[in-house]
């Protein structure tokens, strides 16, 4: 497959070479205490190392300080830093050159306004994901397991790259693929049996469903 897929929020080894076994090309950990997927840099660190030369090691993080970043990079190692809170584009260029790795900016969308946020980004950020904004209550900025009307992505000019997020699951990915026209997805609670607890089946049954998809 040439579709870019993401599994994020991932905390176990035997998930993670499920994810690997199935193709996938990105792997997410997560660093906001407050995400049942939550890992500390040390843990992630001693499991990012079974997807060395087999996928890309995403770290997604939330308005993270430099010293939080400085702990992250040095024990994970990261190929890409996932910024997923509401960082300004001189932010995300701060961050870039301080680390010298592709960032990605997350954007939570719900009308067709919400994507017109990310032009002062499109000359700083490597790429995008747009995911659905949380649910009223809800602590999470991404994981939620909510979705978005993918039509609004149809006013985007092609040349976005982007990852799409939120509630993306084996029953609908391919109206999702259908309707978005992605370059990547990106999905967590939609391979969980409970959160935070990934499902190598729910696993393999999204990737069977992409497959049959594209």
Same mark, same amino acid.
């Given at each position: ?135 009223? $209550?809800?602590?999470?900025? *991404?994981?939620?397991?909510? #979705? ?5 992505? /149809?006013? =985007? &000019?092609? @040349? ?5 997020? $939120?509630?993306?699951?084996? *029953?609908?990915?391919?109206? #999702? ?5 992605? /370059?990547? =997805? &990106?999905? @967590? ?22 497959? /049959?998809?594209?």
């Amino acid at each position: 497959m040439t579709l870019d897929i993401k599994i994020c929020g991932l905390k176990s080894r035997e998930a993670i070479a499920t994810a690997l076994d199935e193709g996938a090309s990105h792997i997410g950990f997560i660093f906001f205490e407050k995400s049942p997927r939550h890992l500390e840099p040390v843990q992630a660190g001693l499991l990012r190392d079974a997807a060395s030369g087999k996928a890309k090691v995403v770290a997604v993080t939330v308005d993270a300080d430099d010293a939080a970043l400085d702990e992250i990079v040095s024990a994970v190692k990261p190929d890409m830093l996932q910024l997923h809170g509401q960082e300004t584009p001189e932010r995300v260029k701060a961050v870039k050159h301080r680390y010298n790795l592709p960032v990605m900016k997350a954007f939570a969308v719900r009308e067709a306004d919400d994507l017109d946020k990310i032009e002062p980004y499109k000359c700083v950020a490597d790429r995008f994901l747009f995911d659905a904004k949380a649910p009223k $209550g809800s602590e999470l900025p *991404g994981g939620n397991g909510v #979705a978005f009307d993918w039509t609004l992505l /149809a006013r =985007l &000019d092609e @040349s976005v790259d982007y990852m799409l997020s $939120g509630g993306l699951n084996a *029953g609908n990915i391919a109206d #999702a693929l259908s309707v978005a026209k992605p /370059a990547g =997805l &990106d999905i @967590s609670s939609g391979v969980e049996d409970a959160p935070g607890v990934k499902s190598q089946q729910k696993i393999r049954e999204f990737f069977r469903a992409v497959r /049959a998809a594209v």
